[in-house]
């Protein structure tokens, strides 16, 4: 629940005023006026008593009284005039300082011209008015003042709030200290700010103080002992996550940091929408820049189809191309549980009986081709495959039924149906591959590039690495070891991959889609490569568990280090600065060969004579029939 609801049902004060703007004053505001009157007339009394230098007996009484009524009346009239009495500011706010500058400014002209006008009937002098006002201004700031002060002490949380460090002591920090002091419901009691701009080291933000800049983190930990730090930055870096993290290690304080800033705008959160830190705050994954008009062009009422729509991209692609607004969002798969999922998320029913799901495997060509001929898409975006390296380097002839010749069924619908937009997904396993998945995938990323030449046609593909939270990724995997007290598993202590997370791969698949050229190879920057073993102890620090880490050595197939761009292979950003563009050879399909392509790759499996002719058959009548359309 956000705080100001909290507080609000809880019966707390805040510290603006209750009225809104156009309303009757309260009775609180007219307390305020009140408060206002007085100060108006002491004022007054002590301009005359220093005009006349303390000799009362020339000031002339019943002219004291009339000046005073006036003084009154303005104020009320000025101030309903500027909604100084309708609740329009915060008590004790810079806005509400401001406004009572400009009300005591005009309510001192205004006794001025009283004086000028009528001093034979009331013998003030016309300095009067100017010597009251800083009297006046500075009474009326202290009444409000000290009741934004009263409000505050009332509005602090209470005992069992959990004591909290500040890690920035800007815009959103401030904002956070001040929002939980102000909230007795608030489970955060802040005790101090850390920042590391110099001119802030003596700077209080509600009272509480600046302790230091972040290498004095162990040191202030001990002193103040709170148990919850919160990074108060939006869309922090890795860096500083990691940075934080290992500087509060064996402190026996939590970490927290704000989620991104177009969430916090979002109307259904508000500051105190704190989260744990995360493995991907780690590794250092944000969000992209999407150009959404060139995006919104070649989606935005047209057909688009996903293959593979049950899995975790295709899942996300889908969502996302859902709000480009697309006349028709088709998902395909063989997997009706993944599409099931996929639909809830999309329109929170799982009906499966629309035409939004669509049943069927892309190795099938015939199916395929139907759909195609039948739904007339005109945007695809191909994400089926298969993925994990092990399993494919016992079972080679699966990826290539799979990723070759499924891709190639896919491709040859997409030619059939005149598709003028085609995403193949791949992976960066295709750059200088070593494993079947990698040379599968490069396959796939050839005979894409065959049909984008023979169309004419934009049919790209787009090349990234390890995805955050894909099913049956590392991340998944290395939290499901700790859940059950390990030990962790990695290949290596010095093998690094390269991560994104599944969000921003499909936005920038999408954004590929829009910018690709026919039969080019899109890279997407994913930054630097990340040590598996430093997220395995990340991972495990952040668990508070002994958990082991065990080296299972390279498996088949397997790189130390991963590569984005192959040998002999182009890095050229022209359209977009976390895309790269290439090229690869173009593969005719007629030339698959299983046994070939076996051989090339120096797969060390047997497969029969005749499951190589079996698995051969598919390809030679997929080309002819290509050919034909």
């Known amino acids: 629940m956000r705080q100001d609801e909290r507080r609000n049902q809880s019966g707390g004060a805040p510290h603006s005023s209750t009225a809104a703007p156009g309303e009757k004053p309260t009775l609180w505001l007219w307390l305020q006026y009140l408060f206002d009157s007085v100060a108006w007339v002491v004022a007054i009394l002590l301009a005359l008593i220093l005009r ?236 992209v820049d999407i150009h959404a008009d060139e995006v919104s062009g070649y989606i935005t009422g047209r057909r688009v189809l996903v293959t593979g729509a049950g899995g975790s991209i295709g899942s996300e692609l889908c969502r996302q191309l859902a709000a480009f607004a697309p006349a028709e969002l088709m998902m395909l798969d063989r997997d009706e549980t993944g599409l099931q999922s996929t639909q809830i998320s999309l329109t929170g029913r799982g009906l499966l009986t629309g035409r939004d799901t669509i049943l069927a495997d892309i190795r099938d060509a015939g199916t395929l081709l139907e759909i195609f001929r039948d739904r007339q898409p005109e945007v695809v975006f191909h994400a089926a495959a298969l993925k994990h390296v092990s399993l494919l380097e016992q079972y080679p002839e699966e990826a290539w039924k799979t990723n070759i010749l499924g891709t190639l069924n896919v491709l040859q619908a997409c030619q059939a149906a005149d598709v003028t937009n085609f995403v193949n997904i791949s992976t960066d396993k295709a750059a200088n591959p070593t494993s079947v998945l990698g040379h599968s995938k490069r396959v796939a990323e050839t005979i894409t590039s065959w049909f984008a030449g023979r169309t004419g046609e934009k049919y790209v593909s787009v090349r990234f690495g390890n995805v955050i939270g894909s099913r049956g990724s590392m991340l998944p995997l290395f939290a499901e070891q700790i859940r059950t007290g390990g030990p962790i598993t990695v290949t290596d202590p010095e093998v690094t991959r390269f991560f994104m997370t599944i969000p921003e791969a499909c936005q920038l698949v999408v954004q590929a889609g829009a910018i690709g050229r026919g039969g080019e190879v899109l890279i997407l920057d994913m930054g630097e490569a990340v040590k598996i073993l430093d997220v395995a102890e990340r991972m495990i620090a952040m668990s508070g568990k002994d958990i082991q880490i065990e080296f299972t050595g390279l498996r088949p197939g397997e790189k130390m280090h991963e590569d984005l761009v192959g040998v002999g292979e182009d890095d050229s950003r022209p359209l977009h600065p976390k895309i790269s563009h290439t090229s690869v050879a173009a593969t005719d399909p007629a030339q698959l060969n299983l046994e070939e392509w076996l051989r090339r790759g120096r797969f060390d499996h047997s497969v029969s004579a005749h499951r190589l002719r079996e698995l051969q058959s598919p390809p030679a009548q997929a080309s002819e029939h290509g050919a034909h359309q």
């Open 52 to 287: 006349y230098e303390l000799l009362v007996n020339e000031i002339n009484a019943r002219g004291v009284l009339i000046f005073c009524i006036v003084a009154i009346i303005a104020q009320l009239l000025v101030g309903l005039s500027f909604a100084l009495y309708r609740g329009r500011y915060s008590f004790g706010s810079f806005h509400e300082a401001k406004l009572l500058v400009i009300v005591t400014v005009i309510v001192s002209i205004v006794l001025v011209l009283v004086s000028i006008a009528f001093f034979s009937v009331i013998q003030i002098p016309r300095s009067i008015g100017f010597i009251a006002f800083p009297f006046a201004a500075m009474f009326l700031a202290s009444t409000r003042y000290l009741k934004r002060m009263y409000v505050e002490s009332k509005a602090k949380p209470g005992e069992d709030a959990q004591r909290t460090l500040i890690y920035g002591a800007g815009f959103l920090g401030s904002s956070l200290v001040s929002r939980m002091m102000q909230d007795p419901d608030s489970p955060y009691y802040p005790v101090g700010l850390i920042d590391d701009d110099p001119a802030k080291k003596h700077l209080r933000v509600a009272s509480v103080p600046v302790l230091g800049r972040i290498e004095n983190l162990p040191g202030i930990v001990t002193r103040v002992q709170p148990s919850v730090l919160v990074i108060a930055f939006s869309d922090v870096e890795a860096s500083q996550v990691r940075k934080v993290s290992d500087l509060v290690a064996g402190l026996n304080i939590k970490v927290l940091v704000l989620p991104p800033l177009r969430d916090m705008l979002d109307t259904a959160r508000g500051l105190s929408d704190f989260r744990e830190v995360a493995v991907e705050d780690l590794i250092g994954r944000r969000p």
